[in-house]
Protein backbone atom coordinates (compact mmCIF):
# COMPACT_ATOMS: atom_id res chain seq x y z
CA UNK A 1 0.00 0.00 0.00
CA UNK A 2 3.06 2.08 0.59
CA UNK A 3 4.23 2.20 -2.55
CA UNK A 4 0.79 2.79 -4.57
CA UNK A 5 0.66 5.92 -2.10
CA UNK A 6 4.18 6.95 -3.18
CA UNK A 7 3.54 6.36 -6.81
CA UNK A 8 0.01 8.56 -6.03
CA UNK A 9 1.77 11.25 -4.84
CA UNK A 10 4.47 11.55 -7.85
CA UNK A 11 2.19 11.38 -10.43
CA UNK A 12 0.12 13.57 -8.79
CA UNK A 13 3.28 16.30 -8.77
CA UNK A 14 4.10 15.13 -12.62
CA UNK A 15 0.34 16.01 -13.66
CA UNK A 16 0.06 19.20 -11.51
CA UNK A 17 3.20 20.19 -13.40
CA UNK A 18 2.51 19.09 -16.27
CA UNK A 19 -1.07 21.59 -16.40
CA UNK A 20 1.12 24.52 -14.70
CA UNK A 21 3.28 24.30 -17.53
CA UNK A 22 0.44 23.97 -20.28
CA UNK A 23 -0.74 27.10 -18.59
CA UNK A 24 2.39 29.06 -19.09
CA UNK A 25 2.38 27.61 -23.00
CA UNK A 26 5.25 25.04 -22.33
CA UNK A 27 7.91 27.53 -21.38
CA UNK A 28 9.16 25.17 -18.95
CA UNK A 29 8.93 21.52 -19.46
CA UNK A 30 5.83 20.20 -16.57
CA UNK A 31 8.15 17.72 -15.36
CA UNK A 32 10.65 19.91 -14.26
CA UNK A 33 7.84 22.09 -12.80
CA UNK A 34 6.82 18.84 -10.71
CA UNK A 35 9.88 18.43 -9.77
CA UNK A 36 9.97 21.30 -8.01
CA UNK A 37 6.62 21.21 -6.87
CA UNK A 38 8.07 18.10 -5.01
CA UNK A 39 10.96 19.15 -3.54
CA UNK A 40 9.29 21.98 -2.03
CA UNK A 41 6.75 20.13 -1.04
CA UNK A 42 9.52 18.01 1.00
CA UNK A 43 11.55 20.88 2.37
CA UNK A 44 8.17 22.52 3.54
CA UNK A 45 7.27 19.16 5.08
CA UNK A 46 3.89 19.49 3.46
CA UNK A 47 4.59 15.47 2.57
CA UNK A 48 6.40 13.22 4.66
CA UNK A 49 9.82 11.61 3.06
CA UNK A 50 8.67 8.21 3.78
CA UNK A 51 5.74 8.39 1.48
CA UNK A 52 7.79 8.59 -1.38
CA UNK A 53 11.01 6.94 -0.19
CA UNK A 54 10.22 3.16 -1.18
CA UNK A 55 9.42 4.62 -5.06
CA UNK A 56 12.05 7.19 -5.51
CA UNK A 57 14.37 4.26 -4.31
CA UNK A 58 13.08 2.06 -6.72
CA UNK A 59 13.24 4.99 -9.65
CA UNK A 60 17.05 5.48 -8.40
CA UNK A 61 18.02 1.39 -8.96
CA UNK A 62 16.32 1.44 -12.45
CA UNK A 63 17.54 4.59 -13.50
CA UNK A 64 19.84 2.85 -16.50
CA UNK A 65 15.70 1.69 -17.89
CA UNK A 66 15.26 5.50 -18.17
CA UNK A 67 18.08 6.25 -20.69
CA UNK A 68 17.12 3.84 -23.15
CA UNK A 69 14.90 6.06 -25.20
CA UNK A 70 17.28 8.98 -25.24
CA UNK A 71 19.83 7.01 -26.67
CA UNK A 72 17.98 5.50 -29.18
CA UNK A 73 16.91 9.43 -30.00
CA UNK A 74 20.77 10.03 -30.13
CA UNK A 75 21.46 7.49 -32.54
CA UNK A 76 18.91 8.44 -34.89
CA UNK A 77 19.97 11.73 -35.22
CA UNK A 78 23.47 10.51 -35.91
CA UNK A 79 24.05 12.77 -38.85
CA UNK A 80 22.71 16.41 -37.25
CA UNK A 81 25.29 15.36 -34.19
CA UNK A 82 28.22 14.59 -36.53
CA UNK A 83 28.09 18.04 -38.12
CA UNK A 84 28.14 19.56 -34.68
CA UNK A 85 29.74 17.73 -32.21
CA UNK A 86 32.18 20.28 -30.83
CA UNK A 87 29.42 23.12 -30.20
CA UNK A 88 27.88 19.95 -28.35
CA UNK A 89 30.97 18.90 -26.53
CA UNK A 90 31.67 22.76 -25.69
CA UNK A 91 27.54 23.24 -24.29
CA UNK A 92 27.79 20.12 -22.44
CA UNK A 93 30.95 20.96 -20.55
CA UNK A 94 29.63 24.33 -19.91
CA UNK A 95 26.75 23.53 -18.81
CA UNK A 96 27.65 20.17 -16.75
CA UNK A 97 30.21 23.03 -14.37
CA UNK A 98 27.35 25.74 -14.41
CA UNK A 99 25.55 22.98 -12.95
CA UNK A 100 27.92 21.35 -9.90
CA UNK A 101 28.94 25.00 -9.18
CA UNK A 102 24.92 25.80 -8.54
CA UNK A 103 24.39 22.74 -6.96
CA UNK A 104 27.25 23.02 -4.53
CA UNK A 105 25.88 26.77 -3.53
CA UNK A 106 22.23 25.63 -2.85
CA UNK A 107 23.53 22.50 -0.64
CA UNK A 108 25.81 24.73 1.42
CA UNK A 109 22.95 27.39 1.98
CA UNK A 110 20.59 24.51 2.94
CA UNK A 111 23.41 23.23 5.33
CA UNK A 112 23.89 26.27 6.47
CA UNK A 113 20.27 26.80 7.57
CA UNK A 114 20.19 23.85 9.57
CA UNK A 115 22.90 24.43 11.62
Same mark, same amino acid.
Given at each position: ??? $????? *?? !? !? ?14 ? $? ?12 ? !? ?24 ? *? ?47
Amino acid at each position: MKM $VKGIF *II !L !LFYFLGQGISYLMSGF $VPGSIIGMILLFLS !LYFKAIKPDYVQDVANAFTRNMAIFF *IPAGAGLLGSYGLISKFWMSILIICSVSTILVIVVVAIVQQRMEGKKR
